[in-house]
């Protein structure tokens, strides 16, 4: 395991003062290392797990070739280039259970969604298409090819080819396709675990009376949510007062029990407390001066308690900081504690609907509403006031807009990139 050094002097230009966004997440991606433990777990407690393996699949889907649609199935090779047909209907196929008639020249039979082709017939010719004449159907001239509206066997998956692989986070379509394949319990890497608190003598749990120079703390909700949303097991150790004492408790019950800590509040530089002796005390960290608003300063590093090592991220005291460098850097980095192999959100372009003052040397998450305009294409605008501070915009938004370190400002109608909160919060 490398050292938080050792990590820094493989980045090239390293300043832990003016950190460039780009660089925390090469710094994360070395310094997160991903759980190794497995577990079996049946498909209703899968959703969001990752898989731990390639799952190969045992048989084939679809099993057999099969109708996509209800209608008549006949040989394709009776379709003549400009020529009608006319077909005997001989029996009728369901779905579950194979058809065990013969059909010879001039026949078809009537066959169901799902149902497994006869043999010897190749094309399924839709109900719509078709004009029944007592025990007759009348195909019209040019109406389907040979081969059309049949699914093949193996279409979906061929057994012994790998469904899913080792990486991959379970979502609905994935739980649906597992099933297919007839299998009851999937091989996940454990969820790790997560504990979270909030530090400072000026916050105030709910239920408490307000108080002069005190909030409430708004930050350990927040982070509930995201790390809930996540798929991690969670650990709450509440509020902790701004005291040495207090601290290094909560530090060290943390690091015991968790994979992964995260804090807010107390690694602002010049910040009058104890948050930040403590860490240097219990583990190894780094703390930084990120090139990016909101949610310049942050803290990483490993807690070490009782034998075991815990990562840390310290994160800002002001409510939408915590939530911009949660989204930007922790929750890439916990996803590939996770073991996930994909950890970056999805960027979408989208065009600005306003002008936006930026300036270069930094990257800028601005909370955003994207919408469509009539076109189809996708528009973004402010949410207003870009304070730190101000939750509220982060409530009313459904997008962050990220505006790269080198860029300046952005003009009306100029393409910018979207981080979509559906899915992320």
């Known amino acids: 395991m490398k050292t938080l050094d050792q990590i820094a002097a493989e980045l090239q230009g390293y300043d832990p003062n003016a950190l ?11 310094l997160v290392e991903p759980v190794t433990q497995t577990e079996r777990v049946g498909l209703f407690d899968a959703l969001d797990r990752v898989l731990a393996a390639d799952l190969i699949a045992p048989l ?3 099993p057999h070739d099969n109708s996509a649609m209800d209608g008549f199935a006949l040989a394709g090779a009776q379709l003549q280039t400009g020529q009608g047909l006319a077909l005997r209907v001989v029996g009728t196929a369901y ?5 065990q008639g013969e059909v010879g020249p001039g026949q078809c039979v009537k066959i169901m969604t799902g149902a497994v082709m006869p043999a010897g017939l190749d094309t399924v010719v839709p109900l719509e298409l078709t004009r029944i004449e007592g025990e007759f159907i009348q195909i019209p001239a040019d109406a389907l090819r040979a081969g059309d509206n049949r699914r093949l066997l193996g279409e979906d998956l061929m057994a012994g080819q790998p469904a899913l692989l080792a990486g991959s986070r379970l979502g609905p379509a994935a739980l649906g396709l597992i099933a297919s394949l007839g299998l009851a319990e999937v091989t996940v890497w454990r969820r790790p675990k997560v504990a979270f608190f909030s530090t400072g003598d000026e916050i105030l749990s709910l239920g408490q009376p307000p108080r002069e120079g005190a909030v409430y703390d708004s930050n350990r909700y927040t982070l509930f949510g995201l790390l809930k949303r996540l798929g991690v097991e969670l650990i709450d150790l ?3 007062p701004d005291r040495a004492d207090s601290l290094e408790a909560a530090f060290r019950q943390a690091a015991s029990m968790a994979d992964a800590v995260i804090t807010s509040g107390g690694v602002s530089v010049g910040e009058a407390d104890h948050t930040k002796a403590v860490m240097r005390q219990l583990g190894d960290m780094a703390f930084w001066r990120i090139a990016m608003r909101p949610g310049r300063p942050m803290a990483v590093g490993r807690l070490q308690q009782a034998g075991r090592s815990a990562l840390l991220f310290g994160l800002p005291g002001n409510p939408v900081a915590v939530m911009v460098t949660f989204l930007a850097f922790v929750r890439p980095a916990l996803l590939r ?3 996930a192999s994909q950890t970056q959100p999805l960027r979408v372009t989208a065009h600005s609907e306003e002008a936006m003052r930026k300036k270069p040397g930094r990257t800028e998450f601005q909370r955003g509403v994207a919408s469509r305009t009539a076109d189809g294409s996708l528009q973004v605008r402010s949410t207003g006031s870009q304070g730190s501070g101000v ?5 009313e938004a459904n997008c962050l807009i990220r505006l790269d370190h080198d860029q300046g400002n952005v003009a009306i109608g100029d393409p910018v990139e979207l981080l ?3 899915g992320l919060i």
């Open 20 to 30: 460039p966004a780009d660089a925390v997440d090469e710094f994360l991606s070395r």
């Open 60 to 62: 084939s889907v679809p």
């Open 95 to 99: 779905a579950g259970a194979a058809w």
């Open 238 to 240: 509440g509020a902790v």
């Open 337 to 339: 504690l996770m073991g």
């Open 391 to 395: 939750l509220r915009s982060m409530a």
């Open 420 to 422: 979509l909160f559906d």
